[in-house]
């Protein structure tokens, strides 16, 4: 038996003001996706952006459902729109920003669990890592340099 140690590292900043210019056009971005997702039974808004290597940016946001599991989430509704209109432009960055008309979010939102295997393909894909920038509605922003840093062991076509 051996032991073996991941960690990642993140950049956290304090709130949006101290992000550079370009994070903070991306993020703009996930922030005016977010203001228009479909969440009626959560409350809960998410959105997100992508930008590409062509300069042009993605975005989508959470749609949901009456029958609840036949909604989406934003990650995924952005990453099949880059993927099915751009299917061989890079992606050079992804930012998320999530709120709720119940409470303040003032937490880093990372993307859910089946969102962080949906993008991992695309990553993988242009064998080339995108940072991930997150946030709530206010507060801190984490920065990862890559979708694999939230997606440690992740699934891939090599075990197929
Ligand atoms: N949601 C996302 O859009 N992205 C995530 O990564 C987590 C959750 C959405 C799905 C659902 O519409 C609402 O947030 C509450 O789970």
Redesign the pocket.
Known sequence: MRKIKISISAAVFNDITELSFEDRTLMDKAIGARKK?Y?P??K???GAALLLENNEIVTG????NAAYPS?????RVAIWKAGSDFPNVKILQLA?S?SSSISKVDKP????GA?RQSLSEYEIKQKQPFPVLFMGEVGEIIKTASLDALLPFSFDSSYL
Do not use: D, K, L, T
């Not at 939102?109 to 859910?112: A, E, K, T």
């Open positions: 997702a969440a039974y959560s809960f808004s998410v946001n959470n749609q949901e909604g989406m989430c934003a990650e998320i999530a939102v990372g993307p859910c969102c």
